[in-house]
C-alpha cells in the first residue's frame, strides 16, 4: 500500500471516500490496482476534500518513490517510458465527486505553497498540477478534481510542514490550508 499511496495517480482510486472493493497486484516490480469494476465504488461526495498526507499526519516519507505512469516528476511529458525522477513527497487535495458532467470542479488554482514550518521558508517546487488548469494538467484525465504538489527534493526529516492552496471550486472561493509532519523513512 505504501508503495501506491506514494503515487500521486495511484493514490487516487485509494483515498475516495466511495471505494468499497479494490483489486491489487505486483508482479516483477510492476503494480496494478483495479478499482474501476463495477460495484467497486459508489458515489460519496465530502463536505471537505481528501489530503494526503492528512491534517496532523505524523511520519510522512520525505521522497517519492520514483516510478509512477504517468510520470509526476516529468512535468514536460509525463506520459513519456521510463522511471520517474526523485523528488519529495507529494502533496494532494481530491475534491471527489464535486464536479459534474464530467467537468471539473476546480475552476481556477492562483497559488499553491508548501512552507517549512520551523523556518517559514518555501520549499522549493519541482511542478504543481491541477485538473483541467491551464499550463498545469499535463496529462489530462489522469487526475480528477485534484491538486497536487511535488516539491524538487526530498523533505526534511522531522520536519511539520503547512500546505496552503488558493483555489476556486465550483466558481467559489475555497482556500485550504493544513500541516502534517514527516518521520525519517524516504519512502
Known sequence: ???WINGVYHRTPLLNPGLVKVGAAS???YNCVNYNAAG???VLKLDHPVQWPAS???DVPLAFGGNEGPCPTNPADPLAAGKC???GFIISANYY???TNRASALTSVTDVTLTDTATQMPVALLTWYADGVAGHDPAHGYMKDE???VPQANLTASTTYRVDINAVVNGAPAPLSWSFTTGTRTK
Do not use: E, F, P, Y
Request: hydrophobic share 50%; aromatic share 4%.
Open 1 to 3: 500500500v505504501d508503495l
Open 27 to 29: 508482479l516483477q516490480g
Open 40 to 42: 467497486n465504488t459508489t
Open 56 to 58: 496532523g499526519m505524523t
Open 85 to 87: 525522477n526523485a523528488a
Open 97 to 99: 465527486n464535486w464536479g
Open 147 to 149: 491538486i497536487a504538489l
